[in-house]
């Protein structure tokens, strides 16, 4: 069974710019997670969906950063404009529901310059 | 303010040892709690959950839950190198609002030497 999958790898941006990061969860699973990781901290929730419904996202700084869901199944996140600031690793993971086990995908490490 | 807490380290133990990690969390009605290791530049992976107080074992791994006292940890028996990582205690916490947060401590960062 596939993981989550998370796109791209790395990404260098000039301050300014848009970015878009992709996640496809566990088949199956309907609760989808965004996190922020920054150096030497925790995992920092941005956004949870439970199927194609936003029902946490307290933590998104909604002035630049946005999240969809669409089918309830792949999501993106995306930030306009990017700030230094926002350099981190964005963590995607998928459970198959809320008190369940959640996994994360390989990551994106995002460098804003 | 931080409801997850964790000792951030570094905790070192000698080969074969046990290592232990402590967690403490704020939320008294909390119900579901995990253990993920996070090798450097890696992304975390899960390897323990646990739901009801007491001891979970799973190979070297042990998680134990007291909800009482609002504390898990996890005790690594027989500590190899490849142990060497951080050591992150996530708990699905419960907001007033009723909203189901899955919070992450800081980690611990753990050192095998051998």
């Known amino acids: 069974e596939a993981g989550v999958v998370q796109s791209p790898r790395y990404k260098i941006i000039e301050k300014k710019q848009p970015v878009a990061f992709w996640c496809n969860p566990i088949s199956g699973h309907n609760t989808l997670y965004w996190y922020r990781q920054n150096l030497g901290q925790g995992p920092e929730l941005l956004i949870r969906y439970e199927n194609e419904e936003a029902v946490d996202d307290s933590q998104l700084p909604k002035d630049r950063f946005s999240a969809e869901r669409l089918k309830g199944v792949d999501s993106t996140l995306k930030i306009q404009p990017a700030e230094l600031g926002d350099s981190a690793v964005y963590l995607c993971?998928?459970?198959?529901?809320?008190?369940?086990?959640?996994?994360f995908g390989q990551g994106t490490r995002l460098t804003v310059v | 303010q931080k409801e997850v807490e964790q000792n951030s380290g570094p905790l070192s133990v000698p080969e074969g040892a046990i290592a232990s990690l402590n967690c403490t969390y704020s939320?008294?009605?909390?119900?579901?709690f995990f253990w993920y290791r996070q090798y450097s530049g890696k992304s975390p992976e899960l390897i323990m959950s646990i739901y009801s107080n007491g001891d979970k074992e799973d190979g070297r791994f042990t998680a134990q839950l007291n909800k009482a006292s609002q504390y898990v940890s996890l005790l690594i028996r027989d500590s190899q190198p490849s142990d060497s990582a951080t050591y992150l205690c996530?708990?699905?916490?419960?907001?007033?609002?009723?909203?189901?947060?899955?919070?992450f401590g800081k980690g611990t960062k753990l050192s095998v030497i051998p």
């Open positions: 939320d008294r009605v909390s119900q579901s």
């Open positions: 996530a708990v699905i916490l419960v907001s007033g609002a009723g909203s189901y947060q899955l919070t």
């Open positions: 993971a998928s459970s198959a529901g809320l008190n369940t086990e959640a996994f």
